[in-house]
């Protein structure tokens, strides 16, 4: 498709966001890893002192849950102005908030890692369901996975060494 201009938006990120459109291109939500709005750019109920960076480069990322369609996970990661730059996750429900979604209490912040540079992504797994949260430590070669189930993200990552030290 082509993509189509958010007028209204509120987001006013240094670099990385992120935005959810359901399977007729209709936006639901977007993010800059410090805020999320819903469709109407209203933030969200426990939506606004989220801990991802306004200049990291990859500051927000969501994923549809694997088993609840309703239920989204916002990954962020700290830019270079954050003490830790840690990896944490969000989970946004849209059957909240009249069907403009909500974060869910008690899932708001939750640590991953510490350490990790301004970069995340995914990658769907083998299965065709889960996917794979890949991030790089800093001042080391070590990519960490971490798998997203249907029964939430795994704790422990895969690590592989390879490719440039990040500082």
Not at 133 to 147: E, G, K, N
Request: charged share 10%.
């Amino acid at each position: 498709g082509i993509p189509v201009p958010i007028s209204g938006g509120q987001q006013n990120a240094f670099e990385g966001c992120s935005a959810y459109s359901d399977h007729n291109r209709n936006l639901l939500f977007y993010s800059d890893g410090v805020t999320v709005w819903n469709r109407n750019h209203v933030p969200m109920v426990n939506g606004t002192g989220l801990l991802g960076g306004l200049s990291s480069t990859t500051s927000a990322l969501i994923i549809r849950h694997p088993d609840n369609c309703d239920q989204y996970f916002l990954f962020k990661v700290g830019d270079h102005l954050s003490a830790t730059r840690s990896l944490r996750y969000t989970i946004v429900d849209m059957s909240l908030g009249g069907g403009l979604g909500g974060v869910v209490s008690g899932s708001r912040n939750v640590l991953i890692a510490n350490g990790c540079a301004e970069k995340i992504t995914a990658i769907r797994h083998g299965n065709g369901t889960d996917f794979w949260i890949v991030t790089h430590y800093l001042s080391s070669t070590s990519f960490a996975a971490y798998l997203l189930t249907s029964s939430g993200l795994l704790p422990l990552p895969v690590l592989s060494s390879s490719g440039s030290f990040t500082a």
